[in-house]
């Protein structure tokens, strides 16, 4: 038997998912074309409902076409082989996906716990849903003792890691073996990993969340959430709730983040060599009273990022010796870095965070310092330098 000559994820992301032979003709086109469809139509019965039973047992099977066609197929199987897991299933968005886990895997009465670095918008999730449907959260640190606080309603372990705004790591292993000592289910959201540089299913996670949105798509223009797993059992839940939520997400935003994801492992590097770049200037300035980026020596989740991680990525902040209003200047003097919330597209962005969002992360300890997220785009990082330098400087008058 030949051996398989592919052992490298690079490779990997390259030929699949992408469009098949024609029988016929022996040819094919080298993507998959983007294949829309509201109505699926079968041959006899017969056919209906053997794709009927497949989709019952947890298997893909398109009886109707919001469950996508062969261009969400190909891009679910894409995500399986990034992150490790035997299930993908798709969502509109990041935060879709992350609703999807939180009702797929909690009911009524039951209790989860949160890392307080979690995505923003997972604390609205709590406050304007998951509390009317008489579902409970507690919001831990990486410092809290887990073990006082878990109930025996307790059902999910949700986290982020990196965390969202700092960027601190988390012990993904060792929550996962807390998890299962006490029968949890572990979620991790992996947006900054995105499968290519972490994979939190093979660090003992149940189900890892991904925003395609971000360096999946890559290009800032589409809308993507994926939740992967390789747990049976997990993947029933999650399957059976995509279906009954009437979950959908656009052939052509499926099409547009498989085409993106190619590029996916030269663009992760040059964001992370940027990245780089960025903080050794950063050090240098005495505006400057710390970064938050694992990758970067001085970080202090340095030690976790070399175990679990194989790169990095573009993302960093900034905690600045700035007034508000000084760091509200050096905001708006950047003339390349776009103000956004995204990231992961090929663009510099930057992010004012508030007094409000950092209240929620006690990982924070910068007090009255000012702090700014920063994605590190594809631009020469010489110019994006030159830039911070001069809104730096101009911050400072």
């Known amino acids: 038997m030949a051996k398989d000559p592919v052992s490298h994820i690079d490779t990997l992301l390259q030929h699949t998912g992408t469009a098949p032979f024609n029988p016929q003709t022996g040819s094919a086109p080298v993507n998959l074309p983007s294949m829309r469809a509201s109505t699926v139509r079968f041959q006899n019965l017969d056919a209906l409902e053997a794709t009927q039973r497949r ?24 995500f399986c082989e990034l992150e490790g897991g035997t299930h993908a299933y798709l969502a509109s968005s990041g935060m879709s996906g992350i609703t999807l886990v939180m009702l797929s895997l909690l009911s009524a009465g039951d209790h989860a716990l949160v890392a307080d670095c979690v995505y923003g918008p997972v604390y609205e999730l709590d406050a304007a849903l998951l509390k ?74 149940h189900v890892s969340v991904v925003a395609g949105t971000k360096y999946v798509g890559g290009h800032s223009d589409l809308m993507l959430g994926a939740v992967v797993t390789n747990d049976a059992e997990v993947a029933q839940r999650l399957n059976r709730t995509q279906y009954a939520m009437g979950y959908s997400i656009s052939a052509d935003d499926a099409w547009l983040a498989l085409r993106g994801v190619r590029t996916l492992p030269i ?91 950092l209240a929620r992360h006690r990982y924070w300890t910068g007090g009255d310092h000012a702090l700014v997220r920063l994605h590190i785009g594809l631009e020469n990082p010489a110019d994006v330098i030159a830039d911070l330098a001069q809104a730096l400087d101009q911050a400072s008058v």
Request: proline share 4%; aromatic share 10%.
């Open 55 to 78: 989709k019952a047992s947890g298997q893909r099977a398109a009886t109707y076409g919001r469950m996508g066609m062969d261009t969400h197929a190909a891009l679910e199987q894409v």
């Open 132 to 205: 009317r449907l008489n579902i409970e959260i507690t919001y831990f640190s990486a410092d809290d003792d887990l073990e006082s606080l878990v109930r025996p309603n307790t059902r999910l372990l949700y986290v982020e890691s990196p965390g969202s705004l700092l960027f601190q790591m988390l012990d993904i292993p060792a929550l996962a073996a807390f998890a299962r000592s006490h029968d949890l289910v572990l979620a991790c959201d992996n947006t900054w990993g995105s499968g290519y540089i972490y994979q939190p299913l093979k660090l003992g996670a």
């Open 267 to 357: 663009r992760m590097a040059q964001h992370a060599n940027h990245a780089l770049q960025v903080c050794e200037f950063l050090a240098g300035r005495p505006e400057v009273a710390r970064i938050y980026h694992p990758a970067w020596r001085d970080d202090t989740g340095h030690a976790l990022w070399q175990r679990d991680c194989t790169g990095s990525n573009g993302m960093l902040a900034v905690e600045l010796r700035l007034s508000p209003e000084a760091s509200r200047r050096f905001v708006d003097a950047l003339q390349l870095f776009g103000i956004g919330f995204s990231w992961g597209g090929f663009e510099s962005l930057v992010q004012w965070v508030t007094r409000g969002e």
